[in-house]
């Protein structure tokens, strides 16, 4: 009885954290708020919610938008949260320039700059990546920490294959963009999830995506220059990734911590939330970061 007894108070004492952390993240939800930064005349959308001048900065991938980090931004109360619009990208400005990496890059340091944060980790999808590696080439100062989810720090295509792959989007994007997309999909098994980014990811204007594809094939953004700051990498498998690509990454960043998840899509953060956002805290904390 008294065994029975112990257990049915842990099972109370358990939902009633369950319950403390819903309710802590419907009020995180709730003090979340858009604002806009300035780059030359272009602004740049970001929402944020908590306090203070160092954050958990979120940097989504090519055509999509800060609403891809929607299963993370709740979920690190104790946090201040930031998730950004890039330039061409969701609701931030889309002006016709070069969407080159070096100008995503400085789109997030003038977020940094207008939210008022003096050190950040920051976190980038896909081309997030390159983009996040950018940031700490040009204002290493403002960095705490990487985090690499399912992106690259080395080119993974010849110039040949970038070569033809671009001539097909380019002759004809409005044929080719949506193959390319449904082919990144594929191992999606959550349809509505799948139709979702999808639909997103289509309707970033074509002059947009596609100098932001030429952007990433930059070959200077993949010099192996250090990174001295702690890095944590989770990625997908996939034939993508070489057999040496985690030696690669801690030639890299020294202080690297990496994983690579079965059974996932390039999209592994909205499929599996909870799971990356746990190794994302495990980070933080091992690195006191948080």
């Known amino acids: 009885m008294l065994i029975s007894a112990k257990y049915k108070t842990a099972g109370v004492i358990f939902a009633c954290l369950l ?29 944020s919610a908590g306090k203070g001048d160092k954050a958990l900065v979120f940097v989504h ?50 977020v940094l700059k207008e939210a008022k944060i003096k050190r950040a980790v920051l976190v980038g999808h896909s081309m997030g990546t390159p983009v996040i590696r950018q940031v700490y080439r040009l204002f290493p100062e403002k960095v705490a920490g990487l985090v690499v989810v399912d992106g ?5 295509f010849s110039k040949e294959q970038m070569d033809q792959f671009m001539g097909g989007l380019r002759t004809n994007y409005a044929v080719s963009a949506p193959q390319m997309i449904d082919g990144m999909l594929q191992p999606v098994s959550d349809e ?10 289509l309707s970033a204007p074509d002059y947009v995506a596609l100098s932001a594809m030429e952007g990433m094939a ?14 944590l990498a ?15 990454l801690r030639q890299l960043a020294p202080q690297l911590e990496f994983v690579m998840w079965d059974d996932v899509s390039h999209f592994l953060m909205m499929e599996k939330p909870q799971e990356f956002n746990q190794t994302l805290r495990d980070f933080l904390s091992k690195h006191k970061l948080g």
């Not at 949260?81 to 969407?99: C, E, F, N, T």
């Not at 690259?152 to 993974?156: P, V």
């Not at 989770?234 to 030696?247: C, R």
């Open 218 to 231: 930059d070959p200077k953004l993949y010099q192996t220059d250090a990174i001295n700051v702690p890095v």
């Open 152 to 156: 690259s720090l080395r080119m993974l």
């Open 61 to 110: 991938g090519w055509t999509c938008n800060s609403d891809f980090w929607r299963g993370q931004l709740n979920a690190f109360p104790n946090a201040r949260v930031i998730a950004i619009d890039l330039p061409g990208h969701g609701k931030s400005g889309k002006p016709r320039v070069d969407y080159t990496i070096d100008y995503f890059a400085r789109s997030v340091a003038a």
């Open 192 to 201: 509505k999830l799948r139709a979702e980014i999808r639909t997103v990811m």
């Open 19 to 47: 319950l403390l952390t819903a309710i802590a993240e419907t009020v995180r939800a709730s003090e979340l708020k858009s604002y806009f930064a300035g780059l030359g005349d272009t602004k740049i959308h970001y929402q």
């Open 234 to 248: 989770v990625l997908a498998k996939s034939p993508f990734w070489a057999a040496d690509t985690e030696q690669f």
